[in-house]
Nanobody
Framework: QVQLVESGGGLVQAGGSLRLSCATSGSIRDFSAMGWYRQTPGKQRELVATLTKFGSANYAEAKKDRFTISRDNAKNTVYLQMNSLKFEDTAVYYC??????????WGSGTQVTVSS
């Protein structure tokens, strides 16, 4: 069973930075893509950024300038560096991993709270 464990969330002031981590229970090379989504109460989960195993990154609109997704294959970990955080970035951030068209996985989420 694949497990994705997020960490790095917390409370930060507007303008600050956080780095989220997502560690996989197996080899990160098993996944065709990994990424981050976020969700706030009453809203659908939305894409933040994804990264394919070939290193191609995709960001949601307006995230690219402040967020950076990366991976460390040796540590089986994907990161999301978030800079210049805004109040509206407050959400639960979920790690996502896709093995193939029929197999995808989610972490349990980590709370990010940005105070204005």
């Amino acid at each position: 069973q694949v497990q994705l464990v997020e960490s790095g969330g917390g409370l930060v002031q507007a303008g600050g930075s956080l780095r989220l981590s997502c560690a996989t229970s197996g080899s990160i090379r098993d996944f065709s893509a990994m990424g981050w989504y976020r969700q706030t109460p009453g809203k659908q989960r939305e894409l933040v950024a994804t990264l394919t195993k070939f290193g191609s990154a995709n960001y949601a609109e307006a995230k690219k300038d402040r967020f950076t997704i990366s991976r460390d294959n040796a540590k089986n970990t994907v990161y999301l560096q978030m800079n210049s955080l805004k109040f509206e970035d407050t959400a639960v951030y979920y790690c996502y991993a896709r093995r193939d068209r029929t197999s995808s996985y989610w972490g349990s989420g980590t709370q990010v709270t940005v105070s204005s």
